[in-house]
């Protein structure tokens, strides 16, 4: 039997991402309801934002005309509160105003009460002891955002920020992308659910957790096929029923080429698939295809399912989510998949016996700004993962010595 060629991860990344199309449905939600949703048009301002001149500090709106020396007393000629609007400044005047307060015609300056102070005996006279400048602590109308410009670009991940910038612009509802639909299944003999004592020779599983937690953070609909035992046919039959009703169906475990790794002759045989090497560690093993539809009149347009087996251990299975599965998953909801962010960073820590694969290290940020390497990298070492805060991705056949400068992935940034 011929070997699989091994690929590197970005060879597999962009094989992957040649494949994949946004889904092209959206619809129309309420702000709060698209937080974690992916815009499905751009969002054009209603407004100006701010939508006219005003302060943002607490003190006195003045011509700098009237100001040109420390000390020039103003008549206090108007009082503006946020929420109201002033008349036209006359020369020789000042306004009192507060923050967010429009900014009177006339005016081109504010001057903070804490450099003002009204003279000895007068209740209606300010004295400004600097000199401003124009237009200082004024916030200029349409500095943020301006009317019928483009606020928020289509393929945008809606965080908080999002949705206030999509209210501060006016708008009460956005168009999102429909949810990315994902069916997972688990598959091995051993595993039982947490909840059931373990058999004999058993483990829980973990991937189940893991994954599914992985496809919320990104904003999936995912569904839960459970364990399906390691045998062909029960796994034809769960790939047919996941296949009709989602855009995807990721699995653990089985994606080796033992007697005991169903994954690649059922999905062959119920579509097709390629199963790669990657030059990774954890992880290798991958697969990808496609499942047919049986059902032409499920929901979506396409014949077919997309499929990503991942392998059983459970490091490998995160991290392959994570390199692999999140940026395919980012295509389909029309983000922007390319390769994630790494930032460069100190090792604290020696990691000699370099692999010819690409290994992916679990670390963690230390008080010092270095990183700290977990000491057992197994991949079924699971509290690795938990422990770090994120990876180092180091090329292969590259030694770390303390002090290097590595490249450093965070967990936070592929979780969403
Ligand atoms: P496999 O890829 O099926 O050969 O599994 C590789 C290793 O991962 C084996 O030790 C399995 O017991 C373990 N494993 C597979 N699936 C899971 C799972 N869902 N949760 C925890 N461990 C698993
Ligand atoms: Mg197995």
């Not at 094989?15 to 939600?29: D, F, M, T």
């Amino acid at each position: 039997m011929t070997k699989p060629p091994m690929l590197t991860a970005q060879q597999a990344l962009d094989h992957l991402l040649s494949h994949a199309q946004p889904v092209g449905e959206s619809e129309n939600l309420p702000m709060q309801a698209a937080l974690g949703r992916i815009l499905a048009e751009n969002v054009n301002s209603l407004v100006d934002v701010p939508p006219m001149d005003n302060t943002s500090m607490d003190g006195y709106a003045v011509r700098t005309a009237d100001t040109q020396n420390s000390g020039s007393v103003l008549k206090i000629a108007q009082r503006i509160p946020a929420g109201s609007v002033g008349t036209t400044l006359e020369p020789g005047t000042a306004a009192r105003i507060f923050t967010g307060a429009p900014v009177p015609v006339g005016a081109d300056a504010v001057v903070m009460q804490e450099d003002c102070n009204i003279p000895v005996g007068s209740t209606d006279q300010v004295q400004v002891n600097i000199v401003p400048v124009v237009s200082q602590w004024i916030r200029r109308r349409g500095e943020d955002l301006t009317a019928g410009k483009t606020a928020l670009r289509a393929g945008t991940f809606l965080r908080p920020q999002e949705l206030g910038v999509a209210a501060s612009a006016g708008l009460t509802h956005l168009n999102v992308k429909r949810r990315v639909k994902v069916a997972a299944f688990f598959t091995g003999d051993e595993l039982s659910l947490p909840g059931e004592p373990l058999k004999p020779g058993g483990i829980y599983n973990s991937n189940r957790d893991t994954l599914l937690a992985c496809l919320k953070s990104l904003g999936c609909d995912a569904t839960d096929f459970g364990i399906v035992p390691d045998n062909l046919h029960a796994t034809r039959e769960t790939l047919r029923k996941a296949s009709k009703d989602h855009d995807l169906i990721i699995t653990s475990g089985g994606v080796s080429v033992g007697e005991e790794d169903h994954i690649k002759p059922a999905v062959t045989a119920e579509g097709r698939l390629d199963l790669w090497q990657i030059a990774i560690k954890p992880g290798k093993p991958l697969a990808f295809g496609a499942v047919r539809r049986s059902d032409e009149s499920s929901q979506s347009s396409q014949g077919e399912a997309w499929f990503m087996g991942l392998p059983g251990n459970p490091v490998s299975s995160f991290v392959t989510f994570l390199l692999f599965v999140r940026p395919f998953i980012l295509k389909l909801q029309g983000r922007d998949a390319n390769t994630p962010q790494s930032y460069p960073m100190r090792a604290d820590f020696d990691w000699l016996k370099a692999d010819r694969r690409n290994e992916f290290l679990r670390v963690k940020i230390n008080a010092q700004g270095g990183l700290d390497l977990f000491p057992n990298q197994s991949s079924g070492v699971l509290t690795s993962a938990s422990w770090g805060d994120g990876l180092v991705d180091c090329p292969p056949g590259q030694p770390i010595k303390s002090g290097d400068i590595v490249k450093y992935i965070p967990f936070n940034a592929l979780l969403s």
